[in-house]
């Protein structure tokens, strides 16, 4: 490890990440955190816990398998299902509530509420668990295939796998209790449902005692953490190195007779989870209810083009600045993560910023970077990149230390004793084999920070990106429109992919 | 991949990006009134005067609570000039903290007393009512008259409002306890809540999702406000608004405020821009807009079927204590509401 | 030895990247027998293995192994897991996170021995490789000897009636190669193991081998039928 690089990365995590939750956190008094611990608030932790859990768990479910079957096996249009199934989670959750509840009436209550979250979240896991499975050298996998075919390919591989997906998971758990929108739309007919998140963004009315507003953010943060431990736990049970300097590339597993009843079923879930919301919004971009045509149609793209085009620039500007800045820590606290005893306490550190609610995040914003010293640096778009950057550097972190695991440590000390320092190493041996998985935790803060919104409104930037355009719009029934932006959004985080697809290459070595 | 290119192209984004350390504006705009209709006029404004105006708004999922707790944070090293709020309590929470600028502009010498803050930190204008929605497929308008009708038994499953926690909603039911008295006031949430655990009372995510499941025919009637009323008519849901509590309580007016902020950086232009947003006219446009904003002048015009302060029961609410108790009364309800 | 042909290659052919890498190829090979393939590098010697265990399908031609018609033109006729043919991968291709015991116990139980004949069965393959007492230890724990033993061991565990060696003693110093070479005689002799031993260094492994196949840019120069 090169420990300047570590420093440097740990800096800009901290800069991006934990400073501004630090700031919030002096705040705190001794009377605001003993006052957040009363039946009602546990209540509402423990729901908001059932909600999590079950949405991280239909995520794995339903991202693992669907993970597998597009990246490893010869399922008809694996490519094109693979970029389909990113829909669900480039879609703000509460726009998937209301697809689906128009098209399922009777879908309310916590069932859906864990269905909604978790299949916005399944492309998480699948997208974890699909690059794990990539990572496997096709030698391995064939010594278990002639063991017992693809069932023993599925039992060996499968452990390796599991860290991965179950980091996803976790993540996917930290999305779930920090939503509070869709439990509120998916219970807005009926019974009431409330949770956790409803009471820290309710906490920030209590402009008096800010240090209340804190410390209602602090169980979510602990419930996290709690969550983070048994994805963790599996990720350090000894090397599971499948990455070594003569990795050979998988090829598509042969499913044989379950080839079309395994594409059926991702299909379905595709057709159900990204072409159900693409067809409801490519419907009210039309006319709706009112009628589709052609023309509204247009009408409603031109009108989105014409007022939304610079909004979706900075959009793409910042999400991208971000991306690609992500990078570094990416690789560097990535691969310290795996290979460093730091990783315990690095680890809780890497996830903070996307654990604590978006509404404290956003404010420690503010309050660390509104200062005569810093004005036009809080005015400006980096504070936006800033942001993006500092809320989720901690999927590239992530997807690198699962990458950092599978790759031979041998590798690196055959550089180490032929002279080649640290930073060279970690450049030059390690980032080729870490690089498509960085560039898909990358993607990951491209895509969350296209569609952030609820950190964003508080930056002044941030004003102008696409998101708010479009629930700036919502408001006020602009339906065709909204839904007008809304796909040209999800469009433009599709296309670097599409096009990454159809013309990038990947520099795998094979062996004749 | 080599990192060069990388590099390359990091360094073009940044460089865009740091375009947003652009030219200094003339003046800088809060505004919690929708984009939609804020922005037009606020580009007229630049057009008429030659100012260069940055204007931030809200978003409806954030109900202004993002743009007060900006400004509150700001407060030490203020960005903001002018503060235009869609609803007025919040801005009078701030007038009572010390954090606006007292200003009496020309342009409000018509508006009632009742919507002008007495130390001039604020200025109501274009408001919105309270109502309730009613669908007249599925309820006979005239059975429906009274803030009491959303928990009788007989509506069970048929009424709706939003979750009173943030926006006119918490405000409305802030009022509740001026007009009411603690006791009524604490009868009427209560029931509310109660009700709301059984589904019997609906509580939907906004004002804007009241009105769609109203005209929608999911829901009979519910709370709402005038504007999101409008647009359900605009849809052409079989809606009418019923004004309640004509021998009551009277229905709420919240009027749009305007405020300086102390210590804003430009406060020549706030306050032009302050004279201009409170003329007359700019209250006309509103009311003949999508949003339907009811002047709180009488002298100006406003469409047909949109009624004034004197056609229907006003209810006597002072704005000051309203603002002053809001922060209890959020506390209050979130306890209340979340469980 | 018996004269039965337990593999009999017809006219294949094996294209990879739009490249004929092997063939056409004409082949039988011997049950008992231990066919040494040679040539240089690139010259298709492990597609050849990869094509009889199933792991590589053909472009024409077919495969016959112990009498069934196994590949054909683009097509598996029998899975790999059904050929009963084991190979020795280069590098060993041991799994990182099963220990010895593991390997050997989950090949056990894909081959659906009963569980409680497996630890008997385990600790035969373990001392027939001279592996006794490191049952515990994951490849990573292991030097390259014991991991290319380990390696054999998992091959042996599936009871295949065809050995497939890619290079086996790649990674070995030269006691431990003379060791291998020993063992894997022994083997031969006593199991009747069929073997495909792939090599680029015939030198050291003449004495196990009862034919020698050359093969230079896919097609044999010597050696074939």
């Known amino acids: 490890m090169s420990r300047p690089l570590v420093l440097a990365s740990v800096a800009l995590l901290a800069l991006a990440g934990l400073a501004p939750i630090v700031w919030m956190l002096m705040r705190l008094e001794s009377g605001d955190v003993s006052g957040i611990f009363d039946a ?53 959750p509460v726009l998937l509530s209301m697809t689906w509840s128009v098209v399922f009436t009777e879908l309310r209550g916590p069932t859906a509420i864990i269905l909604v979250l978790g299949i916005s979240t399944f492309p998480l896991v699948a997208v974890f668990s699909a690059r794990a499975f990539e990572r496997i050298d096709a030698r391995r996998e064939e010594a278990a295939l002639l063991v017992g075919g693809l069932r023993s390919v599925l039992a060996m591989e499968l452990p390796l796998v599991l860290p991965a997906a179950a980091s996803a998971a976790c993540l996917a758990f930290v999305l779930a209790i920090n939503d509070f929108a869709v439990p509120d739309y998916m219970t807005s007919i009926g019974s009431k449902v409330n949770v956790y998140a409803d009471e820290v963004f309710a906490s920030w009315q209590s402009v008096h005692s800010p240090g209340k507003a804190v410390a209602a953010a602090l169980p979510l943060l602990v419930l996290t953490l709690v969550v983070l431990l048994p994805a963790l736990a599996l990720r350090r049970r000894g090397s599971l190195a499948t990455w070594d300097g003569d990795f050979r590339r998988p090829g598509a597993l042969a499913l044989g007779s379950w080839r079309w009843p395994l594409f059926a079923l991702a299909f379905a879930l595709v057709a159900f989870a990204a072409a159900l919301p693409i067809g409801r919004l490519v419907w009210e971009a039309g006319g709706g209810a009112r009628g589709w045509n052609f023309a509204g149609f247009q009408a409603a793209f031109a009108r989105a083009i014409e007022v939304g085009r610079a909004d979706l620039q900075r959009s793409l500007l910042y999400a991208s600045s971000a991306a690609l800045i992500s990078l570094v820590p990416g690789l560097v606290l990535g691969h310290a993560l795996q290979r460093s005893r730091a990783s315990a306490w690095l680890e809780p550190l890497v996830l903070a910023p996307l654990a604590v609610p978006a509404i404290l995040f956003g404010i420690g914003y503010i309050a660390l970077w509104n200062h005569p010293a810093t004005t036009t640096m809080y005015s400006s778009g980096f504070l936006v990149v800033l942001l993006f950057l500092g809320r989720f550097a901690c999927f590239p972190i992530f997807a690198g230390a699962g990458a950092t695991a599978t790759f031979d440590p041998h590798l690196e000390e055959a550089a180490r004793l032929a002279h080649a320092g640290p930073a060279r190493r970690l450049v030059s041996i390690v980032r080729p084999a870490l690089q498509s998985s960085l560039f898909g935790g990358a993607a990951l803060v ?14 002044p930037a941030a004003n ?49 | 991949m080599k990192a060069t290119p990388i590099l390359r192209v990091l360094s073009l984004l940044l460089g865009l990006a740091a375009t947003g350390c652009a030219k200094e504006p003339d003046l800088i705009v809060y505004c919690s ?29 954030a109900k202004t609570v993002g743009l007060v707790a900006r400004i509150r944070e700001e407060s030490k090293n203020p960005r903001c000039d002018v503060f235009w709020n869609n609803e007025v309590a919040h801005t009078v929470a701030l007038a009572s903290d010390g954090l606006l600028e007292s200003y009496d502009s020309p342009s409000a010498k018509e508006i009632p007393a009742g919507f002008r803050d007495p130390g001039g930190h604020w200025t109501g204008f274009a408001a919105r009512a309270r109502i309730l929605i009613v669908n007249t497929a599925l309820a006979d308008p005239k059975t429906i008259t009274s803030m009491w009708d959303l928990v009788d038994p007989k509506w069970a499953g048929k009424a709706v409002m939003a979750k009173p926690l943030t926006g006119t909603t918490l405000t409305h039911m802030a009022a509740l306890y001026s007009v009411l008295g603690e006791a009524k006031a604490a009868e009427y949430v209560t029931r509310i ?79 032009r821009f302050e004279d ?64 | 030895m018996s004269a039965t042909p337990i593999v009999r ?20 090979i011997v049950r008992g027998e231990h066919l040494l393939v040679v040539g240089p590098s690139g010259c298709g010697k492990t597609t050849l293995l990869r094509a009889i265990a199933g792991l590589q399908k053909l472009e024409s031609g077919r495969i016959w192994i112990d009498g069934a018609l196994a590949s054909e033109e683009r097509h598996l006729r029998v899975p790999p897991e059904r050929r009963k043919v084991a190979m020795l991968f280069q590098g060993g291709a041991l799994w990182p996170h099963m220990n010895a015991r593991e390997t050997l116990s989950f090949v056990l139980r894909a081959r659906r021995m009963p569980s409680a004949q497996r630890p008997a069965r385990i600790a035969e393959l373990l001392a027939l490789v001279e592996l006794t007492g490191l049952e515990q230890r994951k490849p990573g724990a292991l030097s390259g000897g014991e991991a ?28 431990l190669r003379e060791s291998l070479i020993t063992r894997l005689a022994e083997l031969q002799e006593r199991l009747n193991l069929t073997t495909v031993h792939v090599t680029h260094d015939p030198r050291e492994v003449q004495r196990l081998a009862t034919r020698t196949l050359t093969l230079k840019a896919g097609v044999a120069v010597e050696g074939a039928p």
């Open chain 2, 276 to 339: 201009w947003v409170l003329r007359p006219e700019i209250e006309k446009e509103l009311a003949f807009s999508r949003s339907a904003q009811i002047p709180v002048r009488d002298s100006v015009p406003r469409p047909d079927g949109m009624l004034s302060g004197r056609q229907f029961k006003v209810m006597a609410i002072d704005y000051g204590t309203l603002g002053a108790e809001l922060e209890k009364r959020a506390e209050l309800l979130k306890k209340l509401f979340l469980q």
């Open chain 1, 40 to 92: 009602r608030t546990l209540t509402l932790l423990g729901r908001t816990s059932w909600i999590g859990a079950g949405a991280a768990g239909i995520a794995f479910v339903l991202g693992l398998p669907f993970g597998f079957l597009v990246a490893r096996t010869d399922i008809p249009g694996a490519r094109t299902l693979r970029h389909a199934g990113l829909v669900p989670m480039l879609v703000p």
């Open chain 1, 446 to 459: 491209f895509i969350f920070g296209m569609r952030e919104l609820d950190a964003a409104i508080l930056v």
């Open chain 2, 193 to 271: 809540e109660q009700l709301s655990m059984t589904g019997a009372v609906s509580l939907t995510n906004g004002n804007a999702s009241v009105a769609r499941l109203v005209g929608d025919g999911k829901m009979a009637f519910g709370w709402t406000d005038t504007d999101d009323f409008a647009v359900a008519k605009e849809r052409g849901a079989p809606v009418v608004a019923v004004y309640p509590d004509a021998d009551g309580c009277g229905t709420l007016l919240l009027p749009n405020a305007i405020a300086i902020l102390k210590g804003a950086p430009h406060l020549a232009a706030a306050k």
């Open chain 2, 33 to 61: 009134l929708d984009q939609e209709f804020a922005e037009p006029l606020i580009q007229r404004f630049e057009k008429e005067t030659g100012l260069a105006v940055h204007a931030e708004f809200d978003i409806e999922a």
């Open chain 3, 9 to 28: 290659i017809e006219a294949a052919q094996v294209m990879l990247g739009g490249r004929l890498v092997l063939g056409p190829l004409e082949l039988e």
């Open chain 3, 148 to 175: 290319q033993r380990l390696a054999l061991a998992r091959a042996l565990a599936m009871d295949p009636q065809i050995l497939l060696l890619d290079e086996p003693l790649g990674p070995l110093d030269a006691e």
């Open chain 1, 464 to 512: 102008g990106t696409a998101m708010f355009r479009v629930y700036n719009a919502i408001h006020f029934g602009r339906d065709d429109f909204v839904a007008a932006l809304a796909l040209l959004i999800v469009f433009f985080i599709l296309l670097p992919g599409i096009l990454w697809s159809a013309f990038g290459r990947e520099r795998w070595e094979v062996a004749a």
